[in-house]
């Protein structure tokens, strides 16, 4: 990675009207002008506050059919073709606005620079959670000298991690009530042509999948509209150059820090202006801004990087575990987990539980145990129960506690589901407390899985959660934590979608801040919710109900564009798989859940001895490479024709793996490429070893067995639960130059005979490969 260390540099300079933010690889300016409007400058690679005069917009002649601000002084000034740091309505700008208030006399702001300050301490958000630990902050004062309104731009440093972070907040100083519809974080006009933009779509099952599209002239908005961050569209995207790729060229990435509905939105202009901006959706938002009050917006992350998206990846991971995740899990290495869903859903009791799938997880090296849904009330199915915390004692007959002393025991951690912000009408809860689930006015209720949301604004619904969820930890010795969430939120204004947020994050404020030790994984119907907001309390997601490795892949790979491994929740589970029905090696399950923090979650007790033999080695290997996993530099591959590659690197130690998708006759000599090493050290590649399952060669297993057999018979069903063929083991040597252009792998199978050296390809196949430093290094080192 390409870093300036050792170079002084000043983190916010400030020249005359000039401002001038640096990170160690980013620089942004902007200015305030004559008329004191704050013009943007430049947001990309370092410069110096020198470069003002030359990176500034040259602008000698006035444009046609424009508005001009003040004729007498400047008959060339017109806002409409100026890039500004913060957009408003009227005086001539017909931009998108990224403010947008009402009242009784006018639409229109003008939002003029009055001052500056530069604040050394964190400084909070009221009731919204928000980034620490920065270097700096430029809080800059503006005023709009007409309506008397105040807005005050804050702009965070994270320098080491090339960070800014933007929020605004309005202030009503005049004596008259505005409406508030709009208030976006930040606003970023960028003059760059051939932009495309990258943004993260999809549904459930199928979360955060890549969307690809240039920018054309007019408006492309991005947004959620079902009351959480949702699947639908990560709240975070990247603008890129049309030819960055992986390890070339400009990209800016943007986040937020907030998980209720969200909208952003990128307009090219006739200029080539290219306003970014995102916040709070304007969608049904009414705020009234009483005399005296302000409101505040979520922080929106901002990275840029001129070498390519893995380092543009990088700043989000370094940023979020150093600066988001809090709690003693903050860069700890996260538990291995076996989770009860899939292997058993509703129907379990504590006896199978603990002789088939807790005993089974400890013998292999599982750490931690998670009791999944079902467990409390009247949960016997997805229709009722929601609401309750009561233990469902004809399942487990001594209660949560005892359960959990059992776990304990087993030398595993002890966690448990729950659901807190919703509630079934088939519930002791919503018997004596129906006025807690949130109505549409009049109108019937909607189910979304057989359930309703509660209102978290009402304050004895937030107290009930907190003494519930905070009993259920306490009294039990639970040490994790799955906060579910399944029904999507609508029939609602835009501000009680901001209001129900802030209501769940008191709530998570006040269970979790307390209670530090306990690993806290948020949910919501797989990734709904995977947002920096969420990470503010939850140190992992879970990021998608579909564990079918090869969905996960794409899954997981467009989280890995915003947020780092260590956040997302990954588990080896059944194959055929649930939701695809497809099949897939257990090899390549594990492959894809280890860049994640891994967890197991399907029956263990119905594996072959092979498999829980396989299981355990794997479990082995990732305790041993899982800070490498978890936490090391992540990297994505250009151009790897029929396959896809990950890979993960802490100093010496690299971790790639090739994922394949379909096989194809004849194969193409493939390469494996390597990032991240140092370029002159001298370097061992050792594939992972694992078994091939016999029964993939069906009858062609004749070819080398002594005697015939007949690969359906009952002989082979019985020797393949005990024994596999050994996949090739493959051992390279290289220097880090070498790998990062690429090393050839040794031949695939191609059907024309077979010895030990040849790689077996099958359809989802894959191979780990790890590096370590070559012994000669080594002996030459001494
Ligand atoms: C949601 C979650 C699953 C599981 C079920 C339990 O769908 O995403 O992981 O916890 O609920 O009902």
């Not at 400030?14 to 200015?31: E, G, P, R």
């Not at 099952?205 to 699947?231: I, P, W």
């Not at 969420?534 to 899954?555: A, F, G, V």
């Not at 396989?614 to 490498?628: G, L, M, P, S």
Request: some cysteine; glycine content about 8%; proline content about 3%.
């Amino acid at each position: 990675m390409y870093r300036r260390e050792g170079i002084a540099m000043q983190t916010i300079e400030i020249k005359d009207n000039v401002f001038l933010l640096n990170t160690a690889n980013t620089s942004y300016m902007f200015y305030a002008d004559k008329f004191r409007h704050l013009q943007h400058v430049h947001y990309g690679d370092r410069c110096f506050i020198s470069d003002f005069e030359a990176l500034c917009l040259k602008r000698c002649i006035q444009y046609g059919d424009t508005i001009i601000y003040d004729e007498k002084t400047d008959d060339e000034y017109t806002l409409d073709s100026l890039p500004l740091e913060y957009g408003s309505y009227g005086n001539g700008d017909f931009k998108e606005a990224s403010i947008e208030i009402e009242d009784d006399l006018s639409f229109t702001c003008d939002f003029l620079y009055v001052s500056h300050e530069v604040v050394k301490e964190d400084l909070k958000i009221k009731d919204l959670p928000s980034s620490y630990g920065s270097d700096s902050t430029l809080i800059v004062h503006l005023e709009d000298p007409v309506n008397k309104l105040k807005l005050d731009l804050y702009y965070t440093i994270y320098p080491q991690e090339d960070v800014i972070s933007r929020r605004a907040v309005l202030i009503n100083s005049s004596e008259r009530e505005f409406v508030l519809h709009k208030l976006m974080s930040y606003c970023l006009d960028l003059f760059e042509e051939d932009l495309t933009l990258m943004s993260f779509f999809g549904a459930w099952d199928k979360e955060t999948h890549l969307n690809v599209t240039g920018l054309v002239r007019g408006t492309c908005t991005l947004g959620s509209r079902v009351g959480f961050s949702s699947a639908k569209n990560n709240p975070g995207f990247i603008i890129r150059k049309r030819n960055t790729s992986e390890n070339f060229g400009k990209a800016w990435g943007f986040n937020l820090v907030y998980s209720g509905n969200h909208y952003s939105s990128i307009s090219k202009d006739e200029y080539s202006i290219h306003r970014i901006q995102g916040g709070i959706s304007p969608e049904r938002f009414h705020y009234s801004l009483l005399p005296g009050n302000s409101f505040e917006t979520p922080e929106a992350i901002l990275t840029y990087s001129g070498t390519g998206l893995n380092v543009l990846s990088d700043h989000f991971h370094r940023f979020i575990n150093n600066h988001i995740v809090r709690s003693k899990w903050k860069n700890r290495e996260r538990p291995i987990k076996i989770n009860s869903w899939e292997g058993f859903g509703f129907d379990f009791k504590k006896d199978d539980l603990i002789k088939k799938l807790a005993k089974i997880a400890a013998k292999l090296g599982i750490e931690l145990f998670v009791l999944d849904d079902g467990w409390f009330g009247r949960r016997s199915s997805d229709k009722r129960g929601l609401g309750d915390y009561n233990c469902n004692l004809k399942k487990i007959p001594g209660g949560i506690s005892s359960l959990s002393e059992e776990i304990h025991k087993l030398g595993m951690l002890f966690g448990i589901w729950v659901e807190p912000e919703a509630i079934n009408i088939d519930s002791a809860l919503y018997e004596k407390h129906p006025e807690y689930a949130i109505k549409d006015g009049e109108r019937q209720f909607r189910f979304g899985r057989h359930e309703l949301l509660m209102d978290l604004t009402n304050k004895d619904v937030q107290d009930y959660i907190v003494e519930n969820v905070g009993k259920l930890i306490d009294d039990n010795s639970v040490d994790y934590i799955k906060w579910d969430m399944n029904r999507m939120m609508d029939g609602v204004s835009g501000v009680y979608n901001h209001e129900y947020i802030k209501g769940l994050y008191s709530v998570l404020e006040r269970v979790f801040i307390s209670r530090p030790d306990v690993l806290f994984e948020s949910c919501s119907s797989g990734g709904n919710r995977f947002d920096l907001g969420m990470l503010c309390y939850s140190p992992q997601i879970w990021s998608s109900d579909d564990t079918d490795p090869i969905e996960r892949i794409d899954i997981q790979k467009g989280l890995s564009y915003l947020y780092p491994v260590s956040t997302m929740g990954a588990h080896v589970s059944a194959s055929p798989h649930m939701q695809t029905l497809r099949q897939t090696p257990l090899e390549t399950r594990f492959n894809v859940a280890a860049y994640g923090c891994l967890g197991y979650e399907l029956d263990l007790s119905l594996l072959s001895p092979l498999e829980k033999y396989e299981i355990e080695r794997q479990v082995a290997y990732y305790k041993k490479h899982r800070r490498t996993f978890q936490f090391g530099t992540f990297y994505r591959f250009d151009d790897e024709k029929d396959y896809e590659a990950f890979e993960a690197v802490n100093g010496d130690e690299a971790i790639v793996t090739k994922y394949r998708r379909l096989v194809h006759a004849v194969p193409v000599y493939d390469k494996l490429r390597v990032e991240g090493l140092e370029e002159d050290g001298e370097y061992k590649i050792s594939s992972k070893p694992y078994l091939h399952n016999l029964k993939m060669f069906g009858n062609l297993i004749n070819f080398v067995t002594p005697v015939k057999v007949n690969a359906d018979s009952k002989l082979i069903e019985i020797i393949t639960k005990f024994k596999g063929m050994d996949a090739s083991i493959q051992d390279y040597k290289a220097s880090g130059r070498a790998l990062k252009s690429g090393i050839y792998l040794n031949n695939l199978f191609l059907g024309t005979g077979y010895n030990s050296n040849i790689r077996i390809p099958l359809d989802f196949g894959s191979d780990m490969y790890e590096s370590r430093v070559s012994e000669t290094t080594d002996k030459n080192k001494d």
